[in-house]
């Protein structure tokens, strides 16, 4: 009956697994000048349901966030979180498994959201890779500029551009 229980419990871990397609993110926010600005962005993210994890960098105004695998995730909320607590989204660098995504036209769709990559050239995207979203709110008023020439997708939902 143990063997069953753990059998039960691994499959469910390895299902859940499958699922995630956004690991992990470094967020950098600007406008933190002490370890309370810090503290007040970092409450303000963790009350969001695909955050399981985060850690603070003070020294680089970086947050490491870990997702929850079974929930999607949802940046518009993340970049929202952070104005809400006064200040900005510098850059916003994911890690996604492309493993586990449909990537058609440099394009993928994920939660109702359409992402674009801007700069995949006519290779796909595979495996495991860091990308920089480049889209209002989750990046930088100088990248937003350096990738406005780009023509945005269309699609259901929100559209973001990400750069590999």
């Not at 960098?57 to 940046?75: E, K, Y």
């Not at 492309?98 to 394009?107: M, T």
């Amino acid at each position: 009956m143990k063997t069953i229980k753990i059998f039960i419990a691994l499959l469910a871990i390895s299902v859940s697994a499958a699922k995630a397609q956004f690991v992990k993110a470094e967020l950098q926010v600007s406008g933190l000048t002490c370890s309370m600005c810090s503290k007040a962005t970092e409450k303000s993210l963790r009350t969001l349901p695909f955050i399981s994890d985060i850690k603070p960098d003070l020294n680089r105004n970086l947050f490491v966030i870990t997702f929850n695998p079974a929930a999607p995730v949802n940046l518009d909320q993340i970049g929202k979180k952070v104005q809400s607590a006064g200040f900005a989204v510098n850059q916003l660098k994911t890690t996604i498994n492309f493993d586990k995504l449909k990537v058609s036209d440099n394009k993928f769709n994920y939660s109702g959201d359409t992402y674009q990559v801007v700069n995949a050239g006519t290779k796909s995207p595979e495996g495991v890779l860091p990308v920089t979203i480049v889209s209002k709110g989750l990046a930088s008023a100088a990248t937003l500029k350096k990738y406005n020439s780009v023509t945005a997708a269309q699609g259901n939902g929100k559209v973001y551009q990400v750069v590999l």
